[in-house]
């Protein structure tokens, strides 16, 4: 990986990239948008010519499937899995293009979480037919992607692994999105790694502590480690939220988590 400025790919809301933005090349990498069984698009890395590879399906942040999560599925890529990025979003507007942030929680806000688990599922067996290893995936995912991730974990207790970055613990109630993290961590099954930032105003440390709360009394085979002075999006590193220290660390720790368990 590289890191250079840039700005090119990223959504508007989002503002311009910082100067320590990642850049991941495609050299090696089968990398493209692509059209899942159900539909929706989605970003697929690969290394060329491979198979059988482990797979990890990523949740976008509420700014669409936008330049910093293509980047990291091809970071994934190189590091040998089969990585794809359903946009489980632009069927209710395009979050790349919205003025501002009010704007894509409207959007966000009108997407079905029952919806969102199938366009996963398609994800997954789209992997599966095109030389990904189904019996070796995982799911990760950033911010709004990050709830999705803990929800998908439950959805699909064949996964090997979940790895939420800074998603969303609670919520509205509303019909399109029902449950969140804290109402399904008595199904969770699937170890789980949660990285949460500990000056995160929109995640508050006690909800965190009601969390691991009830994945404990529910036996749950998962942790969260939070970095006490990282805020929200501390792996965005396009962004002035971003923290070098937390973020590579969560990442390293990541990729560990994932191994051990068989998907890598």
Known sequence: MTQQDGGKGY?????????????????????????????????????????????ILIGQEIFGLHEHIR?????????????VAPDYLIRYGDPMAAPDIDAIRAIVAKVPDAETMAIFDAALAHAGANGGDVS??????????????????????????????????????TAQQPRWPIDIAGDLRVPTLGLYGGADPSIP??????????LSAAGAPAEI?????????FYADYRESYRDAAAVDAWGRMLAFLRARGVG
Not at 16 to 32: F, H, K, N, S
Not at 71 to 83: E, N, Q, T, V
């Open 225 to 233: 480690v939070v970095y006490d002075d990282a805020p929200h999006a």
């Open 136 to 173: 070796r995936a995982a799911v990760t995912g950033f911010c709004w992607g990050g709830r999705i991730a803990w929800l998908y974990a439950a959805h699909n207790p064949k996964l090997k692994a979940c790895a939420p970055w800074y998603g969303r613990l609670d919520g509205p109630h």
């Open 205 to 214: 440390l006690d909800l965190v502590a009601a969390m691991r709360a009830k």
């Open 11 to 55: 959504a508007k809301a989002a503002g311009a990239a910082a100067p320590q933005t990642i850049v991941t090349d495609e050299a090696g990498l089968e990398a493209a948008m692509t059209t899942l069984p159900d539909g929706a698009p989605a970003y697929v890395a690969r290394p060329e010519g491979r198979r059988g590879l482990p797979v």
């Open 71 to 83: 980047d990291i599925a091809r970071r994934f890529a190189k590091l040998g899995y089969f990585a």
